[in-house]
């Protein structure tokens, strides 16, 4: 399944500054606990959790469950400290994961 | 027969008791009054209804304007398909039923005096007051977006000069230039035109301005007839009409007027033209009566169309918050029937009987090309909800005949509610 992530992350910060960062990825967030028209249970396909990393150092993580809607948004600060790269990773139900980079400058 | 000296008391308290009560006015040798606020298609509907269903009853008319703009078929306007003149209607007719026409802005509600105040000054006394006065643009629910904004990003979303104003920006508009729509997440009226905008403004560039592209920034994720617009637009608009939804980044979060840029949370559109759907709420009257709620919309019984919060007091059409029915010309038009012999009964000292009420909204997706969706509506847990396996929708695997003759019963559904609204 190929999944597309939004991202948003200031191209260009001064040092020290505090940045957003916004992330919105596309998926069902199937619950498990409801039925189908088949009368058996849809299997539960959820992303169980999401990390951003800042030069390989993990700045923000958090765990899903199934009462979260589908195509979740994820919006949180952090400090610009360096040049480098942000790296956005969700895991999920399914073998689910995928890995999305962003690139910032900081003066 | 006996005839006690207490049962003589019994009597004349009871008589006594009903001079007391202020209803039923018949009572008091004149016919009850009813004014009716907002000339559109729930109004002038409600005003001529109770004229029908009891002559007697005092019925007046109060309309900001004399002239009345339908906002069905102004698409068509916006795209260049019909002329404006074809949307305007009089209330000659109307008057001719009976009704009494102020044409004055409503601007108070006295309810303990159960009087209404007019922007000339006149007081208007009522037994029970109708008030219709359709959507006002909510100034504070998009950032950036306010009165002067909407003379450059127009929201044309009340027909009349907006929509003549995003018309003219279209055509001024030079080919290859970009045109971007805006969608909320809340609640509007008719939220199926502005997909049914979204296409015909796609087939006025495909036909005049090819090189030309259509965005529209959606936040939501899907909308009443999705599979059928879209399979539309893939068949008909490949290259001029994208649709970005909320999964996609659709949902903007503000405008910058200076440069017609839609912000959103990952990305900022310009555009050349933009047409912004705003956050909208009750007309301005409902909110000064206290019949709106936090919302901005107001709450009614489902059987009367009685404030919930205001007794005395009925809200019909778009300004009505009535569950699953949509805020569309033929549901205002259902409502105003329902509520004008409801109305009627509450006043000869009835009690309204549970209606049924019907909604159907045709959609152009070009001009030869119709689609529509019917619903059936009850009462049900204080609002009004869907008669399960009643209504449907037009088949997404329709042939184009069935597509053509949509849209001529479109214009057939048309000219019969004008007729009977302002006819």
């Known amino acids: ?107 | 027969m006996t005839c006690s000296r207490k049962s003589r008391r019994d009597v004349l308290k009871a008589a006594s008791a009903v001079a007391l009560f202020p209803l039923p006015a018949i009572a008091q040798g004149r016919g009850p009054r009813v004014v009716v606020i907002g000339g559109g298609f729930a109004g002038a509907t409600a005003a001529r209804f109770l004229k029908r269903v009891d002559a007697k009853i005092d019925v007046t008319l109060v309309s900001d304007n004399a002239t009345f703009i339908a906002c069905p078929f102004s698409n068509h306007v916006v795209a260049g398909l019909r002329d404006m003149e074809a949307q305007r209607f009089g209330y000659g007719k109307v008057a001719a039923d009976g009704v009494t026409l102020a044409f004055s802005a409503a601007q108070a509600v006295d309810t303990d005096k159960r009087s209404v105040r007019l922007a000339d000054g006149k007081a208007l006394p009522y037994d029970r007051l109708i008030l219709a006065p359709g959507i006002d643009i909510d100034w504070k629910g998009l950032r950036g977006y306010d009165e002067k904004a909407a003379a450059v990003m127009p929201h044309a979303w009340k027909a009349g000069e907006q929509t003549l104003l995003l018309r003219r920006q279209l055509e001024a508009m030079e080919d290859g230039g970009k045109v971007v729509m805006s969608s909320p997440a809340t609640l509007v009226r008719c939220p199926t035109a502005i997909y049914e905008r979204a296409s015909l403004i796609a087939y006025y560039l495909k036909t005049k301005k090819p090189r030309s592209k259509l965005l529209i920034l959606d936040a939501k994720d899907t909308f009443s007839q999705r599979r059928n617009f879209q399979n539309a637009w893939k068949e008909l608009y490949p290259t001029q009409l994208e649709w970005i939804s909320l999964s996609q980044g659709g949902n903007v979060s503000s405008v910058e007027v200076s440069t017609r840029t839609f912000v959103t949370d990952f990305d900022n559109f310009d555009a050349d033209v933009a047409n912004v759907i705003p956050p909208q709420k009750a007309g301005a009257i409902a909110q000064a009566a206290g019949v709106a709620d936090r919302t901005g919309w107001c709450p009614v019984e489902p059987i009367s169309f009685e404030s919930q919060l205001v007794p005395g007091i009925h809200v019909i059409g778009d300004a009505a918050m009535t569950g699953a029915m949509p805020k569309a010309a033929f549901a205002a038009n259902a409502q105003a029937k329902v509520c004008a012999v409801a109305v009627a009964a509450l006043l000869r000292g009835g009690k309204p009987a549970e209606p049924r009420l019907i909604n159907t909204c045709y959609s152009f997706v070009a001009p030869d090309y119709g689609i529509s969706f019917a619903e059936v509506f009850k009462p049900g847990n204080g609002m009004l909800v869907d008669v399960e396996g009643a209504g449907g929708s037009s088949a997404t695997d329709a042939p184009p005949e069935t597509r053509r003759l949509e849209a001529q019963y479109a214009e057939g559904w048309f000219k019969a509610i004008i007729t009977e609204v302002f006819g």
């Not at chain 1, 190929?2 to 957003?20: C, F, H, M, W, Y």
């Not at chain 1, 619950?31 to 249970?41: L, M, P, V």
């Not at chain 1, 600060?77 to 399914?94: K, R, S």
């Open chain 1, 1 to 107: 399944m190929t999944a597309r992530a939004l991202i948003n992350v200031p191209r260009k910060a001064k040092r020290g500054d505090v940045i957003e960062i916004k992330t919105l990825i596309s998926h069902v967030m199937e619950s498990g606990f409801r039925t189908g028209t088949n009368g058996k249970t849809i299997p539960r396909d959820i992303i169980t959790s999401f990390a951003c990393t800042y030069n390989g150092e993990e700045i923000f993580a958090t765990q899903f469950y199934p009462a979260v809607a589908a195509n979740p948004f994820v919006t949180f600060y952090t400090i610009a400290t360096d040049n480098g790269t942000l790296a956005f990773t969700w895991i999920g139900d399914n073998g689910f994961e995928v890995t999305q980079e962003a690139k910032i400058v900081v003066e």
